[in-house]
């Protein structure tokens, strides 16, 4: 089993970034999709989910229009778009993936996303 987070970086305040997960090992279809952010010093907290079947999707009010999740379950993938960027959204971002039934899920290893002019 993998989750392979990539496309964190360095942007500006105001900037974009796009996140993507992709999957492996285990039928992705099956599983509710999450990204979650932790910054220094504080909780991990939930950013974005997405149902196993892409049909509903929920946000942190922190990122309530300015992040879009989205999934591809052709090719296993589950992405981030991140638009209108603050310095407060740096932080380490996790992909995670759930089973639709709840039993257990998987974290993948994070990717930097540092906002700062």
């Known amino acids: 089993v993998q989750l392979l987070e990539s496309g964190g970086g360095l942007a500006q305040p105001g900037g974009s970034l796009r996140l993507t997960c992709a999957a492996s090992?285990?039928?992705?279809?099956?599983?509710?999709m999450s990204w979650y952010r932790q910054a220094p010093g504080k909780a991990r907290e939930l950013v974005a989910q997405i149902t196993f079947g892409g049909s509903r999707t929920d946000y942190a009010g922190s990122v309530k229009g300015r992040f879009t999740i989205s999934r591809d379950n052709g090719k296993n993938t589950a992405d981030l778009q991140m638009n209108s960027l603050k310095p407060e959204d740096t932080a380490v971002y996790y992909c995670?993936?759930?089973?639709?039934?709840?039993?257990?899920?998987?974290w993948g290893q994070g990717t930097q996303v540092t906002v700062s002019s």
């Open positions: 090992g285990f039928p992705f279809s099956s599983y509710h």
């Open positions: 995670n993936a759930k089973h639709k039934w709840g039993s257990h899920d998987y």
